[in-house]
């Protein structure tokens, strides 16, 4: 289970999340929506673990541990992973190399032995298959000169491999066609099981109607402003953000 | 007594060993070259190629040769340097001096290979052309303090329209017990019309000596011909390397130059190359890594002589601790030389607020339809890079190791073979280990 609790945070000195309360209990998969500028990055960034993200007041629970406590690496061998809403490039560096050495870091925090380079590089083969992945990518930098949809399904590919337990999308659907969509869809979907926690965070709903998520809360001015059924999603991309954003005022 | 009459007497008191003593021609070769050095003296940094790099300590006291007398090396003790599947064209010289016992049989190679000591002894290097004249300039005064005192190295004729099977590794090595001594070795590599050729050639301290390693590389590349040449330096960190490579490049043929420092407490790798044929090319990689308080200097000159040559230098620094890197890159396209392609880019990782990096790129350009372009990076480790690592459950230091890593080796992917490019990776590994124990 999640469980933020009245979480503030500043960037550069400016108050962004405001007293956010939220749980997600495990084997859901719940949807923040939310206008531009309430905040939403700054969850996730703030969940990661990135500098510069300072929560003055609150705790990130998962499973008990506050999170705010780890290092980002620490973080990620607890389980989390978040997707990145612009996947960075890593010059000189495979995807190959980076998933193994990213495996082998969950792994080793586990006590489990390291897998060989030719164990992993089946493991990876048949998961770039699954996602219809061309093999030669894995030998490509990564995430160098991809494509948007590449780079998404580069991220689906380090999730099947790593298999956390809590998964935060970040705008991942932002500028997918629709065929690189329904692969990140599929991804998530497959995914979806009774021990996972998934938090997905999007300003459309259209990731939402490949993603059926078991709860849609609104994110605005800093705190969660409203909660509701998938049925919540379809309310705002008709009627937009509008009523909630006068609320939060 | 001056360091220069040091200079003058050590030469006396050696020279009777020196190759070729008996032949006239070569020892006024020393001489004159000897006599130049004296008239310059060791160079300082009011010399604009000098300017970053400050030998004053090589400016305190006069070194003798390094010793040839109880020299404890033994094959076992240069496997690091000598990377497996390389082939056995292994040529190694200690504290400047070929070693039979240590290096491959080269009889029933298809070139002709031989110890420039021999050569000068045998007669078989008859004249100073292929030795050059001495040169007046005082930015050259350490070549010419090579050419009084050279002792030995590899003479390599790669025969017209062969290709090579495999590379020629030279390695030199200094043996424990050389402090304050010096060596000059001296390489002459000749590639014939048509020939396909390649060397490594390695400069390594079996111990942390405060040498002085003072080596000279000729290569001349007749037309058509294509050398590939890849230096690594892992000298000493209380030692001073400074190396020379001179390339000749004749009409239609290639020269590649891969160069790596790591060693030395002051090093300095210059190449200068001469594009005298149309249609040369010049295709320069570096790779330059300093922590503590080394000092790392990679000088090129490019000079284009003839129409339609091409050059490319990459040079990749990363500077951690106090270190301090320079790089030097002069091209200079002459009147005549129309339609000249040059490209240089100097790239540097600097991972500490102490170390630092001077990169002076140059252009003389004298002809009117040519393309150059030059440009240098300085920058720390990319922060955006190591969060996205991290947030994948590997830890800071990994990341930037794998960072660093991913900085140097995709120079190495590009131009080296798979065993080269293996080597050097267990070069770079030790090196960050050693960068983490600081």
Redesign the interface.
Known sequence: MLEIKGLHVSVQGSVILNGLDLTVPEGEVHAIMGPNGSGKSTLSYTM????GYVATDGQILYRGVNLLKM???D???EGM??A?QY???????SVL??LK??LN??RK?RGEKEVDAIEFLKLARSNADTLGMDHEMLNR?VNMGFSGGEKKRCEIL?MAI?QPQLLVLDETDSGLDIDALKVVAKGVNNLRSENRTILLITHYQRLLSHVVPDKVHVLSGGRIVASGGKDLALTLERKGYAEFSTEAA | MTLLDDYAEEFLSVASHLPGYERNWLNEHRQASLQIFLENGIPTPQLESWKYTNLHVLGQRALPLASTECLHVDRKSLKPFLPEGLGERTLVFVNGWFRCDLSDDMDGAEETVTSLASALHEGQLDSHVLLGSPAPEPERALHSLNSAFMTDGAVIRFAKGKQSEGPYHLVFVTAPGADAAATHPRNIVIAERDSVAEIVETHVGLDEGAYWSNSYTSIFLESGSHVRHHRFQGDSLLAHHIGTTLVEIGTGAKYEGFTVSIGGKLARHEISAHLTGTDAGCDLTGIYLGYCSQHIDNTVQIHHLAPHGRSRQVYRGVLDGEARGVFQGKVVVAPDAQGVDAHQLNQNLILSSSAEIDTKPELEINANDVKCTHGATVGAL????L??????????G?ATD??I??????LCRESLSPVLSEWLGSMFASWMMKRHEQ
């Open positions: 990661a673990g990135r500098e290092s980002p690496e973080r990620a061998r992973f978040m990145f996947p960075v490039e890593i010059p000189g560096v190399y980076f050495a990213a870091a969950h925090h930098q380090q790593l | 990319d922060e955006e890079a969060f996205y690592m991290q947030s994948r459950g590997i830890s800071r990994t794998m960072l890593d991913g900085f140097i080796n995709e």
